[in-house]
């Protein structure tokens, strides 16, 4: 039974995901960063705001750097790579990479 995060482990697979973003053309950095009104919305993945890439750049990526660079609690569980799949239906092809990697980092993320 695991009881504590491997936080390095967590940083790196952020990294990757990071990557495989930018490689699929879909990070949009400091210059594309959504408005606090898309930011805020209180929607699941804020999908009646948002893409979900951006949900992953500029929610999930970033809070959970966030959390890890000021050492607070991470979430106990996770399933967002089912969402993922639902999102990329159809064009797993293109997606297979991004949804392993979400789904290597809910693993690592829930706690057993």
Do not use: N
């Not at 699929?24 to 804020?46: D, H, K, T, Y």
């Amino acid at each position: 039974m695991t009881t504590t995060h491997d936080v390095a482990a967590i940083a790196l697979k952020l990294e990757h995901l990071e990557q495989e973003l930018k490689a699929l053309e879909l990070w949009g950095g400091a210059q594309q960063v959504p408005s606090v009104e898309q930011l805020s919305s209180s929607q699941p993945f804020c999908l009646d705001t948002l893409e979900f890439h951006q949900w992953l750049e500029y929610i999930l990526i970033a809070r959970l750097r966030e959390l890890i660079s000021s050492q607070q609690a991470l979430p106990r569980a996770m399933m967002v790579h089912t969402y993922a799949q639902e999102q990329y239906r159809g064009q797993w092809g293109k997606y297979r990479k991004l949804i392993g990697l979400l789904q290597e980092l809910d693993a690592l993320i829930t706690l057993q």
